[in-house]
């Protein structure tokens, strides 16, 4: 079968269908999850091959394609089509991997037929909450920023704390909350953010991929993302006109390390001031910009030798510190296997409520409980876990 991007797309709808029924899932989660298992921030990847685009990396339909036979069920014959109209050259070695000994279409053979929440840890180390059901806290901001983004217009916020203060996961959680299924958010977790929570576009940025500070890559990111035709070639003004003119649904674009997009040449004072124009005066309040940084926007911007009018549209700004200490005390209580009250007293003391240092050490308490461990090592494990933030507790 020759390489077809339609054909392509039409299977990967497909495939996307078959997950969100067998899952009970919105088309926005499923393509989340399969970005993200990408290597992707969200859906727009997804959504982007969805309309007619190949992925430019064979290891990516690979993936892909094992991922989407598994929670989809779906056949060889839709595996055979789906390689190839990917133009996969050797199709035939995938399809007797996954469905071998002469099985044809039944059934597949599968990593692990437990429920996708089973594979998440209790507590993360390392990197930023992905899922909102693992995501505590933050309460105040959470109220007060949704406020900003149930009326028009939407308006734009920045987001300032240190490293490792949680910026990051709260973009996620901010991003997937409001669509996410109830049954897969912890008791009593609130979602209802958003009226209509589907009409909501949401594009998250990270600028530590080094594709973002490349002005054509991030506007076609941008453009997959809020679900708006690419112009050819996709240069600063045609990216204009098409989202000044077709932006009808309201639109989030979560900015994650702005000081990253700064060191960028290409995204330069011209691309700045353009983002403004967007947010202000041509989308009729239908955009909104959230951002992250260790100081004020403006101040960042300045000092690193691009002050904009830009950064200075950010008329909210949120300051993340520690936790309160009721909600500390919530992300230590969903642990599988109940701490001591002393043990809890000492992570609340250690970690001074600052939640990538109560995950550190919850972390520590879960796994000695798990193997039986008696002593107190878990602790001294855990002082060496959060011994490079101890910059937060200063």
């Not at 989340?32 to 990516?60: Q, T």
């Not at 912890?186 to 998250?204: A, S, T, V």
Request: hydrophobic letters at 40%; a neutral charge; proline letters at 8%.
């Amino acid at each position: 079968m020759p390489k077809s991007a339609q054909k392509f797309a039409r299977l990967l709808t497909e495939g996307v269908h078959r997950i969100r029924l067998r899952e009970a899932k919105t088309i926005q989660l499923v393509q989340d999850e399969l970005g993200y298992a990408l290597g992707r921030e969200g859906e727009s990847a997804i959504e982007y091959w969805r309309k007619g685009h190949l992925p430019p990396y064979l290891a990516d339909v690979e993936k892909l394609a094992r991922i989407m036979v598994e929670r989809g069920r779906l056949e060889r014959e839709w595996l055979e089509q789906f390689l190839s109209s990917a133009g996969h050259p050797t199709p035939e070695a995938l399809c007797e991997e996954l469905f071998p000994l002469g099985q044809g279409n039944l059934r597949p053979v599968l990593l692990d037929d437990r429920p996708l929440l089973a594979e998440f840890n209790p507590f993360v180390v390392g990197p930023p909450i992905m899922h909102p059901r693992h995501f505590f806290g933050r309460d105040y901001e959470l109220k007060r920023i949704f406020g900003l983004w149930r009326r028009f217009p939407l308006q734009n916020v920045a987001i300032i704390g240190l490293r490792r203060s949680g910026k990051t996961s709260l973009l996620h959680y901010l991003q997937k909350i409001t669509t996410v299924p109830p049954d897969q958010l912890r008791p009593g977790q609130p979602r209802d953010w958003l009226p209509q929570p589907d009409r909501y576009r949401w594009i998250f940025v990270d600028f530590q991929d080094a594709r973002m500070g490349r002005r054509e890559s991030l506007l076609r990111y941008l453009l997959a993302g809020l679900h708006l035709p690419v112009p050819e070639p996709c240069d600063l003004e045609r990216f204009m006109d098409v989202v000044s003119q077709r932006l009808r649904q309201p639109a989030i674009i979560l900015l994650d390390e702005i000081s990253a997009a700064l060191a960028s040449p290409e995204l330069d004072e011209q691309f700045w001031g353009s983002m403004r124009s967007l947010g202000s005066n041509l989308t009729g309040g239908n955009l909104a910009f959230l951002l992250t940084a260790h100081q004020a926007p403006a101040e960042v911007a300045e000092a690193q030798g691009k002050p904009s009018p830009f950064f200075n549209i950010f008329g909210h700004s949120f300051v993340l510190g520690p936790l309160k200490e009721t909600e500390a005390r919530e992300l230590i209580a969903s642990s599988p296997q109940p701490f001591a009250p002393a043990e809890v007293e000492w992570i609340l003391g250690q970690s001074k409520n600052w939640p990538c240092l109560l995950q550190a050490l919850c972390h520590a308490r879960l796994t000695a409980l798990e193997y039986g461990e008696l002593s107190d090592a878990w602790q001294q494990e855990g002082l060496q876990q959060i011994a490079a933030y101890s910059y937060l507790l200063s």
